[in-house]
Nanobody, 124 residues
Framework: QVHLVESGGGLVQAGGSLRLSCVAS????????MAWFRQAPGKAREFVAA????????SYAESVKGRFTISRDNAKNTVYLQMNSLKPEDTAVYYC?????????????????WGQGTQVTVSS
């Protein structure tokens, strides 16, 4: 069982930046794909970004392309989400997720383990 712990959320003004971190334990970090999802109040959980196990592939939701960057450090068992030019509509709880195998990075159902989430609030 993979255990994931997110950190780095907080309150920021529109146009600001935050960097989220997710530390994994259990299994071999370099053998699984990682992703970030988010869920705003009253809305479904949505895909934000994903990175393949080798870091060869990075995928983004259209709404965050050019503003967010996902990266991973296999030596530290950590995946990051650098969020720049934040907007009020980015306000949500952000979750990291893990899977050993997927045919669709965008689907939450493809992921096996989830963190507890970290709150990001962007004020206007």
């Amino acid at each position: 069982q993979v255990h994931l712990v997110e950190s780095g959320g907080g309150l920021v003004q529109a146009g600001g930046s935050l960097r989220l971190s997710c530390v994994a334990s259990g299994g071999t970090f370099g053998s699984y794909h990682m992703a970030w999802f988010r869920q705003a109040p009253g809305k479904a959980r949505e895909f934000v970004a994903a990175v393949s196990r080798s870091d060869a592939t990075r995928s983004y939701a259209e709404s965050v392309k050019g503003r967010f960057t996902i990266s991973r450090d296999n030596a530290k068992n950590t995946v990051y989400l650098q969020m720049n030019s934040l907007k009020p509509e980015d306000t949500a709880v952000y979750y990291c997720a893990q899977t050993y195998y997927t045919t669709n990075y965008y689907s939450a159902g493809q992921y096996n383990s989830w963190g507890q989430g970290t709150q990001v609030t962007v004020s206007s």
